[in-house]
């Protein structure tokens, strides 16, 4: 069955960085959208980055020109890499996946990442 484990959240400060991993099995990673969301207590899980494959990345608005997302097709990898951070990224980080002929999607358990003042 398909399996998504992130890694790479912790506790950082206000302006610096982390970068997230999303490691892929039970399916062929190459063909399917990859994608990164997040969810802060209390509010809906919300969309941060997708990448197709073969495709061009997508951002939300209030992450553009500070997280940047890649895929590793050869290691069945994708990383979110978040510079800048600000207390507002503050959330659980899920990866997720997107077959592209079934739309059948999958997410992984989340790794927390905590932005502080």
């Known amino acids: 069955q398909v399996q998504l484990v992130e890694s790479g959240g912790g506790l950082v400060q206000t302006g610096g960085s982390l970068r997230l991993s999303c490691a892929a099995s039970g399916f062929i990673f190459s063909i399917n959208t990859m994608g990164w969301y997040r969810q802060a207590p209390g509010k809906a899980r919300e969309l941060v980055a997708t990448?197709?494959?073969?495709?061009?990345?997508y951002y939300t608005n209030s992450v553009k020109g500070r997280f940047t997302i890649s895929r590793d097709n050869a290691k069945k990898l994708v990383y979110l890499q978040m510079n800048s951070l600000k207390p507002e990224d503050t959330a659980v980080y899920y990866c997720?996946?997107?077959?592209?002929?079934?739309?059948?999607?999958?997410w992984g358990q989340g790794t927390q990442v905590t932005v502080s003042s």
């Open positions: 990448l197709p494959s073969g495709g061009i990345a």
């Open positions: 997720n996946t997107r077959n592209p002929f079934t739309s059948a999607v999958d």
